[in-house]
């Protein structure tokens, strides 16, 4: 669960285009704009490098983004596919169909494949999520052509062999069983499930044991072909290139047969009616992990800034009240913060922290305490002013280099947002007023019916009687 990012978007690909901030000490912008660039006009006053959109005819849109600071180039493919597309009694059909397409070509054994990204320098990054998919890599503009057919080859060509498919089923299966082992990634996994039921967000997006053991070669590669197509997904070209590279690129990707794209409905999550508390407890635990959640907007939602706003005062700073009340005055805890995760269908509101066994129900009775008092006094104009100032302060870094800027292009297209969103960005934060945001939160937060996770040793049981939890019990 990547809940609680505070980007503009999604947390997509962050670490592989994260690795390349601020390498560069000259941007496009200063450089002669290639015919056909150009970036949005709007009344906001940030001016985006450049860029160029080209749609296929096979359906494959392309966003083109020259800079010439550094000798390099990227490429990223973004399919619209993720949990969502696959049924629940697959679960783990998507990752596996991802994570296959770098193991073999009809061509390039997963060895052979390896070695050229290898020889490069680079090698693949494969990223499925709950709404979609992204293919990630990178290489010296001296190898633009062997990584563009390298990777062509990867998106258009995959083998899924059987040996394959098993290496790889048992190596997610193991890497599920492993979760346990970690308190916090296992609490927000459980509070995954507990939230959204048998909605796709409730899933890990690499599957489940009991999925990844019944899906089918057959499964996979009619996934690969439904939802791995051209008119299925947007690509990135990022760097150093020519107009020839250009023409070559769209030459190869061209190639890529189009499909018609399914519309899938997803099982609606369920509804919560009040405040529920669910116990997991383990002999052992030295610590309690607590999760706080609720079912929170979509990406589209006009909402999405106000809500960033107020819960900059919540929970989604140093300074937040819950890190002020929970972590500084009372020393519950070490961390706790809050954010709302936005996604294609309704993302979660979440709240997590972590506390002594010994103080497991006070650290969950003056969380939602907290919240209480915030959602109906609202924020303060000092806080106002500071939440405000944070998110224009944090936002230039969110498109200062190339990747970034295409990162948020391709985030914001598949959610069908215009990119006006990032020129306009900084003047749509200054005019939210103290009690837009607090409306916002009042809007959409609810403090009496919250559903709640506690992960923590047996000790802590009858801390929490008042609150009549449902109880599971692990074994050691």
């Known amino acids: 669960m990547n809940k609680l990012a505070q980007t503009l978007t999604l947390p997509l690909m962050c670490a592989a285009l994260a690795s390349c901030a601020g390498k560069g000490t000259k941007t496009a912008s200063t450089q002669a704009v290639p015919t056909g660039y150009s970036a949005p006009r709007s009344a906001g006053s940030f001016k985006l490098m450049p860029f160029k959109e080209v749609v296929l005819e096979n359906g494959l849109k392309i966003i083109y983004i020259r800079d ?18 696959e049924p629940k009694d697959l679960a783990g059909l998507n990752a596996m169909t991802a994570y296959l397409l770098e193991q073999g070509t009809q061509t390039r054994d997963a ?94 997006a690499n599957g489940t044991p009991e999925g990844l053991r019944t899906l089918r070669k057959q499964d996979i590669i009619k996934h690969y072909l439904t939802f791995y197509r051209p008119n299925n997904a947007t690509m990135a070209v990022v760097g150093q290139f020519d107009d020839e590279f250009e023409k070559q690129l769209q030459e190869t990707m061209g190639k890529w047969t189009k499909r018609t794209i399914p519309t899938l409905t997803a099982t609606p999550a369920p509804t919560i009616e009040s405040t529920q508390v669910k116990l997991i407890v383990k ?19 006009d909402d999405f800034i106000p809500l960033r706003m107020a819960n900059e005062s919540l929970g989604g700073s140093f300074g937040s009240r819950l890190n002020q009340k929970v972590r500084d005055d009372l020393g519950l805890t070490y961390s706790i913060y809050s954010g709302f995760d936005s996604r294609k269908d309704r993302g979660s509101f979440d709240i997590s922290t972590f506390t002594k066994n010994e103080t497991a129900v006070k650290a969950l009775d003056e969380t939602l305490k907290v919240v209480k008092e915030y959602v109906e006094g ?99």
């Open 111 to 204: 060895m052979k494949i390896a070695d050229e990204f290898g020889q490069m320098g680079t090698s693949l990054d494969v990223s499925p999520g709950f709404d979609v998919t992204t293919i990630y890599a990178d290489a010296l503009t001296s190898n633009s052509n062997q990584l563009l057919q390298l990777f062509a080859d990867v998106l258009m060509n995959p083998a899924f062999k059987d040996a394959e498919i098993n290496r790889l089923r048992s190596q997610i299966m193991a890497s599920l069983k492993k979760k346990v082992d970690n308190p916090s990634a296992f609490a927000d996994e459980q509070m995954d499930q507990f939230l959204y039921g048998d909605h796709p967000y409730g899933r890990d």
């Open 68 to 85: 010439n600071s550094l000798p390099r180039l990227s490429l990223t493919v973004l399919f619209k596919t993720g949990n969502m597309q």
């Open 378 to 476: 609202g924020s303060t104009e000092q806080e106002a002013v500071a939440a405000r100032n944070q998110l224009v302060g944090q936002f230039p870094r969110a498109i200062e280099t190339s990747d970034r800027l295409a990162y948020n292009l391709l985030v914001l297209d598949y959610y069908d947002i215009s990119y006006e969103y990032l020129t306009d960005y900084i003047s749509n934060v200054n005019k939210i007023k103290q009690k837009d945001a607090n409306n916002a939160m009042k809007r959409h937060v609810d403090p009496t019916k919250f559903k709640v996770v506690v992960y923590g040793n047996e000790s802590i049981i009858p801390q929490f009687k008042d609150y009549k939890p449902e109880i599971v019990r692990l074994a050691k």
């Open 283 to 301: 002999k052992g635990l030295q610590q309690t992990q607590i999760r706080v959640s609720q079912l929170g907007i979509q990406r589209k939602d």
